[in-house]
């Protein structure tokens, strides 16, 4: 039986039955999604297909009409948000954005106390903030930010920004990262460099990616669930989804394939 225990508990993140209608409308139509454990799974679809929907079910800013949602195998469903974010599940872009004109160094040494449990306390001593300064700078350095350190977050340029938000996102140390749509506005350059990035902070932990075009996670994901109309019509590698006629119409269907 050990074998079979094995085989369940790899799902990090899951969903089942996941359901979630507006005024009559059914935005998110019984999404079962599994994520594995250390693994980058990304939620690809066109526009409108619901994918933010099914992210924001995710990250408790929405509640779902009905269905479930299993964090490490325990029913968090009702669980607030704050809650499901000290247990590891955290989503990004909703930090840096915040303090637009702290410096680069400031919005990481904010993210990191704010994971030391602290309030945010700005009128304590420089001398209890320089205790974050090393870690701030390691995570700085691993964005590429160096030498932005001192600039502040609203000079930075916007794919600069978006290796700011994931800086800020790793402070907080998550098992399970929830990215959404960070290449969206980029540019090629920017795009390889996010997506270096984002494999490199995915080592050791798990990965949850809305994106809206499929080529760039080709390379990035280990497993690709495609949205259509609230559910999902295809799931693999991006060899199987790219290959797949429902997911290839789909995207014909919807006015655009590539960006």
Request: with cysteine.
């Amino acid at each position: 039986m050990g074998e079979v225990y094995e085989l369940v508990s790899t799902a990090i993140l899951e969903t089942r039955g996941l359901t979630k209608q507006f005024s009559g409308f059914t935005a998110v139509k019984s999404v079962d999604l599994s994520v594995k454990e250390g693994t980058i799974h990304a939620l690809i679809g066109p526009n409108g297909a619901g994918k933010s929907t099914v992210f924001n079910l995710l990250t408790k800013f929405l509640v779902p009409t009905s269905g479930q949602i299993f964090y490490r195998g325990e029913d968090i469903t009702s669980v607030e948000a704050a809650s499901i974010a000290q247990r590891g599940l955290v989503r990004s872009f909703q930090i840096s954005a915040v303090f637009p004109h702290l410096s680069v160094r400031e919005n990481v040494r904010v993210a990191l106390q704010r994971k030391r449990g602290g309030c945010f306390d700005f009128w304590r001593s420089e001398k209890i903030l320089d205790q974050y300064n090393d870690r701030a700078d390691e995570l700085i350095d691993a964005v590429g930010l160096s030498e932005f350190r001192t600039h502040t977050a609203v000079e930075l340029a916007y794919g600069r920004k978006r290796a700011l938000e994931i800086a800020t996102t790793l402070a907080l140390e998550p098992n399970v990262m929830l990215l959404d749509e960070p290449m969206a506005g980029l540019g090629r350059e920017d795009i390889g460099r996010i997506s270096a990035l984002i494999k490199q902070s995915a080592k050791g932990r798990t990965v949850l990616m809305v994106e809206h075009n499929l080529s760039v996670v080709a390379d990035l994901s280990d497993t690709i669930s495609v949205l259509q109309r609230g559910e999902i019509i295809a799931e693999g590698t991006y060899a199987e989804v790219s290959q797949n006629p429902q997911v290839i119409s789909a995207y014909m269907g919807s006015g655009h394939g590539h960006h």
